[in-house]
Nanobody, 123 residues
Framework: VQLQACGGGLVQSGGSLRLSCAAS????????MGWHRQAPGKQRELVAT???????NYANSVKGRFTISRDNAKNTEYLQMNNLEPEDTAVYYC??????????????????WGQGTEVTVSS
C-alpha cells in the first residue's frame, strides 16, 4: 500500500488545518489507519488511529481538538486539527496497517507510511 499525505502548512496559534492521506495499491487489505507526528529533536508519537469500522483513539494531548476520519470508498483518511498550539508543530505521518495473503496462503502483516507533511504553528 502506498500513501500520499498532504495538507500541512503554516498556521497561527488557534487556527485549523486538515490533513489528508490517500492510499493506493492493496487498499482492500487495509484495516487500521492513523496519524503520527515527530517534532524536532523528539521521537515519533501516536496522534490518532481509526479502524475500518470507524472506531477512534486519540493521544491525550490532542483529544477534543483533533478529529480523525476516513472515507473507505475513497481510500482516504483525514485529520482535522482545530485550536492548534505551537506544541503541535511537527512533521505528520499517516500510516495504514493491514493483512493480506500470499498465493501460498501465508499471511503478510504490514504497516505502510506516508511521506510526511509539515505542520508549523506560530505563537
Amino acid at each position: 500500500v502506498q500513501l500520499q499525505a498532504c495538507g500541512g502548512g503554516l498556521v497561527q496559534s488557534g487556527g485549523s488545518l486538515r490533513l489528508s492521506c490517500a492510499a493506493s495499491g492493496r487498499v482492500r487489505s487495509i484495516t487500521d489507519m492513523g496519524w503520527h507526528r515527530q517534532a524536532p529533536g523528539k521521537q515519533r508519537e501516536l496522534v490518532a488511529t481509526i479502524t475500518r469500522n470507524g472506531d477512534t483513539n486519540y493521544a491525550n494531548s490532542v483529544k477534543g481538538r483533533f478529529t480523525i476520519s476516513r472515507d473507505n470508498a475513497k481510500n482516504t483518511e483525514y485529520l482535522q486539527m482545530n485550536n492548534l498550539e505551537p506544541e503541535d508543530t511537527a512533521v505528520y505521518y499517516c500510516n495504514a496497517d493491514g493483512l493480506y495473503y500470499n498465493d501460498d496462503g501465508s499471511p503478510v502483516v504490514y504497516r505502510s507510511w506516508g511521506q510526511g507533511t509539515e505542520v508549523t504553528v506560530s505563537s
